[in-house]
């Protein structure tokens, strides 16, 4: 039997519904996409646009359901999405499955429509008017849902990467999507029986409403789950900036130490020169050379507790080969918190010396520049060599030392971030990039007011 062009109409305009539905899919992996998102844009429409129209009309040549079709298909759609976005597959099938729920709900409305539109009439003899109602439902449902899926759903994919969170999560969706198809009433007139009508219509707005519900007790669970996430992470990381800056601390004291036994010498030596005691003056500063500390304290710049932690890691630095190429420029004053600027520069130097202890001696270099630009705002570039080797998920760099997980480098970030600043690494085959930026809210002494304070290392 040739079908009538109603018929045809019928069955594309169903089909149809999917291309702007299709928008639904991207909407929150819209910044995991592999490829220029007008390019997947133009291949998804026209990929939809081919597979309707051929859908259609063997739809309408056989006299079947949409369902009987799209169901085949899933595997093929689902193939395609697969390959077009960066995700894992437990995300992927998360979104994919949760879109068809919900237009499978838009289906069944669509097919209560129809039935009371024809009550003699079949699912298979889906009317034309009925598959108008149902791409409007679709666009429409496709217009209320694309903000939750583009904001709530983003954040979920961008930051709950879990797959055992998101294979829990995964039958809701597919449960729902075999209700509807289950649910899909292939003679009307079984629905004009007795009150069955009003019975199925108030059925699927419940399921729907408690899809939603589960959606949102899944979105708010998750939330709970990151915050408590990210709160053991900040005390994991004040007990280590808590470790890190009372061992700074024990060094800029014994850096303070020195330099006031220094004075000290100093106007001893003084009163020996004064009452022209040479012999014991020339005694005093044999035994001064013999215990002056082998290690020599750079002036790298006039902050002391910054200061003291540079001569740190640059003597670390030295014990293992490492060229340094320093240039420090900061004030003598800090306007944010110096614990907090030592712990996040202390895990940069730390991090660049273990990169560069990755390559061998000869290659050994790290560049550092810190300067406060405007007064107020604090820059830092480091780069040292490494071998190349690095551990990624997704935009976040994970240490390769074992048992870690990158903790220095998110430290450095939330530190960042905190000073309402950022903070940005990137990676060429042999080089690793940090650049920071701090904000240095009111500083009580400025920059310009220090005399003195660009040093590319001096020698007490």
């Known amino acids: 039997m040739i079908p009538t062009l109603n018929d045809y109409l019928s069955k594309l305009f169903q089909f149809i519904a999917l291309v702007p539905a299709s928008i639904l899919f991207f909407l929150p992996v819209r910044k995991q996409l592999r490829y220029n998102p007008i390019h997947v ?168 409403l408690l899809m939603f519900f589960i959606y949102i007790l899944f979105y708010r669970i998750s939330i709970a789950f990151l915050e408590n996430a990210n709160n053991r992470e900040r005390i994991r990381f004040f007990e280590m900036q808590q470790s890190q800056y009372l061992s700074q601390k024990y060094y800029m004291e014994q850096t303070e130490k020195l330099r006031h036994d220094f004075r000290q010498s100093m106007r001893t030596m003084e009163g020996l020169a004064s009452s022209e005691n040479w012999s014991a003056l020339k005694k005093y500063l044999s035994d001064y050379v013999q215990t002056e500390p082998s290690n020599e304290v750079t002036v790298w710049c006039r902050n002391l507790a910054v200061n003291a932690l540079l001569n740190y890691y640059a003597q670390y630095a030295h014990q293992n080969q490492i060229k340094l190429n320093w240039k420090i420029s900061l004030p003598e004053t800090l306007s944010v918190s110096e614990p907090d600027f030592c712990s996040l520069l202390g895990n940069l130097l730390e991090n660049a010396i273990a990169g560069c202890m990755t390559v061998n001696p000869e290659n050994r270099l790290h560049n550092l520049n810190i300067t406060v630009r405007n007064q107020v705002n604090l820059y830092i570039v480091s780069v040292n060599n490494f071998d190349g080797n690095v551990k990624q998920k997704g935009d976040r760099y994970l240490s390769t030392k074992k048992r870690h997980l990158g903790t220095g480098l998110s430290s450095i970030t939330m530190t960042a971030e905190q000073y309402g600043g950022i903070a940005r690494f990137s990676h060429t085959e042999s080089e690793f990039f940090a650049e920071v930026m701090m904000h240095m809210p009111c500083p009580s002494q400025t920059f310009w007011n220090n005399p003195g304070n660009e040093h590319g290392g001096k020698f007490l």
């Not at 709950?160 to 009307?188: G, M």
Request: net charge neutral; with cysteine; proline share 5%.
């Open 41 to 208: 844009c133009a291949l998804t429409v026209s990929m939809f646009a081919v597979a309707s129209f051929i859908c259609a009309w063997a739809a309408a040549l056989l006299n079947l359901t949409l369902s009987t079709f799209l169901l085949p298909l899933l595997p093929v759609f689902f193939l395609f999405y697969q390959k077009t976005v960066k995700t894992d597959p437990a995300r992927n099938l998360c979104v994919f499955f949760s879109v068809c729920a919900l237009l499978s709900f838009c289906s069944n409305f669509s097919y209560a429509f129809d039935a009371w539109l024809h009550p003699l009439g079949k699912s298979a003899g889906f009317s034309y008017h009925a598959s108008l109602f149902y791409c409007g439902l679709s666009i429409l449902a496709v217009f209320i849902a694309a903000y939750p899926y583009a904001h709530y759903g983003s954040y979920l994919i961008e930051n709950v990467e879990l797959p055992q969170i998101w294979f829990t999560f995964l039958p809701v969706p597919i449960a729902f999507l075999i209700f509807n198809v289950i649910a899909i009433p292939h003679k009307y007139s079984t629905l004009h029986t007795n009150n069955v009508f009003h019975m199925y219509i108030a059925l699927l707005i419940f399921m729907m």
